[in-house]
Structure formats: structure tokens, C-alpha cells
């Protein structure tokens, strides 16, 4: 199973854009579905993005049509283009990679130190 690394993460005022990365230890090119999660204080965490079966993607309602999610077969690397950031999108970001139902259900994923993205209003 490949490590995930995330990175990308900063402070930005509402309105503004940035792009996490998921670098991974070996080749990403067997792996089906990919994902970005993210977890607010006092909150679960959430599926926010997925990419699977190559180019599939799905989106939560809550960053759809602001976010992208991609990944990038060559560089073993995962991406999210979030774009017009609200304050409700502070949170730590997370990724992973392994089957779609697990993807989807977050059981079994091993998660890493995530990444930390704060909107100020």
C-alpha cells in the first residue's frame, strides 16, 4: 500500500483559491478511486472529492462547481483545486487511495497528518 502525503495547505481570505497535493510513496496507476476528505474542529470527517475508474469524479454538494479533483498518473500525485473558498472550508485535509467502497465508506483507510487549510473571512 503506497503512503499518502499531503500538502498544499495555507491561510487565504475568502474568495481566493488553492491547490492540494497527495504525493504518493510508489505508482498510483493500479489504484482505482482516490479521494480528499476533510474534518472541521468538533466535526466528523467528509468526503469531499473522488476520482475513480480514471476520470470519474464525484463531488459533496457543499464544494461542487468550486472544487476540482484530478490526479496525475506520472507524477503519482492527487490534486484538489478548491477555488472561491469560504470560511466554512477551514478544516484539515486529508486523502487516500484504495478501492471505491473504501473510498466511499472510509473504513480501513490509513490516514496521514493532512493537511491544514484556514479561510478567514
Known amino acids: 500500500q503506497v503512503q499518502l502525503v499531503e500538502s498544499g495547505g495555507g491561510l487565504v481570505q475568502a474568495g481566493g483559491s488553492l491547490r492540494l497535493s497527495c504525493a504518493a510513496s510508489?505508482?498510483?496507476?493500479?489504484?482505482?478511486?482516490m479521494g480528499w476528505y476533510r474534518q472541521a474542529p468538533g466535526k466528523q470527517r467528509e468526503l469531499v472529492a473522488v476520482?475513480?475508474?480514471?476520470?470519474?469524479?464525484f463531488y459533496a454538494d457543499s464544494v461542487k462547481g468550486r472544487f476540482t479533483i484530478s490526479r496525475d498518473n506520472a507524477k503519482n500525485t492527487l490534486y484538489l483545486q478548491m477555488n472561491s473558498l469560504k470560511p466554512e472550508d477551514t478544516a484539515v485535509y486529508y486523502c487516500?487511495?484504495?478501492?471505491?467502497?473504501?473510498?466511499?465508506?472510509?473504513?480501513?483507510?490509513?490516514w496521514g497528518q493532512g493537511t491544514q487549510v484556514t479561510v478567514s473571512s
Open positions: 487516500a487511495a484504495d478501492s471505491l467502497k473504501v473510498i466511499l465508506t472510509m473504513s480501513g483507510v490509513r
Open positions: 510508489g505508482s498510483i496507476f493500479r489504484i482505482n478511486a
Open positions: 476520482i475513480h475508474s480514471g476520470s470519474t469524479t
